[in-house]
């Protein structure tokens, strides 16, 4: 299995960005998934997950902003991301099981 992770770039506040992980190696449908996130310094953080049945959980700073979804047709899971702010810069990383895809930047200015 192979995670490719996209979409990653420098916003404003207020922006939106919207990121994909296409998997391989497997139907995205069947398996749990999640993004993470590392800032500079900091640990890295469990932003959101969906399970095999398509339940989610949410980082509470960024519940009613970010979804997690499967897009079964391009067999990938993405993170929409609406009004951004300065404290959601980081590297994010799409994760199933115990592989990584890398990560991608994320930056939003003030």
């Known amino acids: 299995v192979q995670l490719q992770a996209s979409g990653g770039g420098t916003v404003q506040a207020g922006g939106s960005l919207r990121l994909a992980c296409v998997v391989s190696?497997?139907?995205?449908?069947?398996?749990?998934y999640a993004w993470y996130r590392q800032a500079p310094g900091q640990q890295r953080e469990l932003v959101a997950g969906?399970?095999?049945?398509?339940?989610?959980n949410y980082l509470d700073s960024v519940k009613g902003r970010f979804t997690i979804s499967k897009d079964n047709a391009q067999n990938s899971v993405t993170l929409q991301m609406n009004n951004l702010k300065p404290e959601d810069t980081a590297l994010y990383f799409c994760?199933?099981?115990?592989?990584w895809g890398r990560g991608t930047q994320v930056t939003v200015s003030s």
């Open positions: 190696g497997i139907t995205v449908s069947r398996g749990a």
């Open positions: 969906i399970t095999h049945g398509g339940i989610t």
């Open positions: 994760q199933y099981r115990t592989i």
